[in-house]
Each structure stands twice: as structure tokens, then as C-alpha cells.
């Protein structure tokens, strides 16, 4: 299986501040990977699909990158819906697996 | 609007079956895609357990393939989740979620539904 190491597990930050969550996989994916969110009444939405395409919708403070093992997702400046639990995901291989996640926190 | 819902019982002791069911609106589960189940243990890591085709082939996950069955029912437009022989490890939060192919991802998540394993 492909591991995914997504860090860091949480980030505290405040409104208006750059973030970026990275994302390594243990062999290259390819680009094949995915971005989500997860609210904090447990809602998952995807954001980001195949490295930095955005889902219709999304805001374009999100944004998308990376290469080979090392993927990230950065928003650029946080608004307060963006306070939650972001996952990436890779769809190299099957099994799809998920990083651990991280968890953006109001500072 | 395509939804999912996950059901089934919030409790199951150690060495029983948990069963889970989606139900999908807004969509035909025969239609196309995979439809899969994915879970979210204490301490956030996910896990996707395994999916149901529109044609209703299945892929598992390796790690749960001797304990897993997904199955569908499609005159109620519903898919099924068996795991057997749980253990508190099992203790998650299950989600029902569509597959889409273009592109490969997660398209639609049901909300999830807490499952303790405990005696």
C-alpha cells in the first residue's frame, strides 16, 4: 500500500494568514492525488482533484501543487469557513489511502 | 442532488457483524461509478474499505478482504456494508460515498455514521 504522511496534524492560525499542508507519499503517485474537507459537523467535501484542479465551487484561495511524493495544499488567506480538517488522497493504486489529516485551528 | 445516508446500528459487541446500509438518492446506483465505503477512526485516519461497481463488481481493501461483503440492493437503490467478526478497532465512523472516474475521486459523501465495537 501507499502510505501517505500529511502534515502538519494540526495548525493553529488566524484569519487572514497563508497556510500550506503538505503530503508525501512513501513511492510517486503520478499527480494522483486528491484534497478534502472536512467540516466540523462531519461534512466531507472534495476540493481539489489530480494535484491543483479545483472542484466548481471552490474559492480560489485554495490552491494545489506538487510532483512525484511531495504534494501540498495551500489557502492563501484563511476565511473563518476554512477552519477544519483537510485530507489528502492519493489514486495511484488501489488501495486508495488517505493521509492521516490536518486539523486548521482558530489561533 | 445526488445524497447518501448511512443507517444501521450504533453498537455491536466484539466478534459480531457490523451492517451498514446507503441509501442514494438523486442518483441510479446502476447508473455508472463505484460506490464505496470509507471510514474515519478516533485519532482521523481513513480508511477506504471497498467499493461496489454500477455493474456490481467488487474491490476490497486487502487489509479487511476475508472480513468484508458489499452488496446491493437495486430495486431500493441501496448498497450494503458486512464486517465480521469486529473488534473495538472497529470502532469508526463509517461513511457511504459515490466514486466518480472524471475525475477519479470522492464525489459525494453520505454523513457518517458512528459504529462503537463494545461488550
Known amino acids: 500500500d501507499i502510505q501517505m504522511t500529511q502534515t502538519p496534524s494540526s495548525m493553529p492560525a488566524s484569519l487572514g494568514e497563508r497556510v500550506t499542508i503538505s503530503c508525501r507519499a512513501s513511492q510517486g503517485i503520478s499527480n494522483y492525488l486528491n484534497w478534502y474537507q472536512q467540516k466540523p459537523d462531519g461534512t466531507i467535501k472534495p476540493l481539489i482533484y489530480y494535484t491543483s484542479n479545483l472542484q466548481s465551487g471552490v474559492p480560489s484561495r485554495f490552491s494545489g501543487s506538487g510532483s512525484g511524493t511531495d504534494y501540498s495544499l495551500t489557502i492563501s488567506s484563511l476565511e473563518p469557513e476554512d477552519f477544519a480538517m483537510y485530507y489528502c488522497?492519493?489514486?495511484?493504486?488501489?488501495?486508495?489511502?488517505f493521509g492521516g489529516g490536518t486539523k486548521l485551528e482558530l489561533k | 442532488e445526488i445524497q447518501l445516508q448511512e443507517s444501521g446500528p450504533g453498537l455491536v459487541k466484539p466478534s459480531q457483524s457490523l451492517s451498514l446500509t446507503c441509501s442514494v438518492t438523486g442518483y441510479t446506483i446502476t447508473s455508472g461509478y463505484d460506490w464505496s465505503w470509507i471510514r474515519k477512526f478516533p485519532g482521523n485516519k481513513m480508511e477506504w474499505m471497498g467499493y461496489?461497481?454500477?455493474?456490481?463488481?467488487?474491490n476490497y481493501n486487502p487489509s479487511l478482504k476475508s472480513r468484508i461483503s458489499i452488496t446491493r440492493d437495486t430495486s431500493k437503490n441501496q448498497f450494503f456494508l458486512q464486517l465480521n467478526s469486529v473488534t473495538t478497532e472497529d470502532t469508526a465512523t463509517y461513511y457511504c460515498?459515490?466514486?466518480?472516474?472524471?475525475?477519479?475521486?470522492?464525489?459525494?459523501w453520505g454523513q457518517g455514521t458512528l459504529v462503537t465495537v463494545s461488550s
Open positions: 461496489i461497481s454500477y455493474s456490481g463488481s467488487t
Open positions: 488522497q492519493q489514486y495511484d493504486s488501489s488501495p486508495w489511502t
Open positions: 460515498a459515490r466514486g466518480d472516474w472524471e475525475p477519479n475521486w470522492f464525489a459525494y
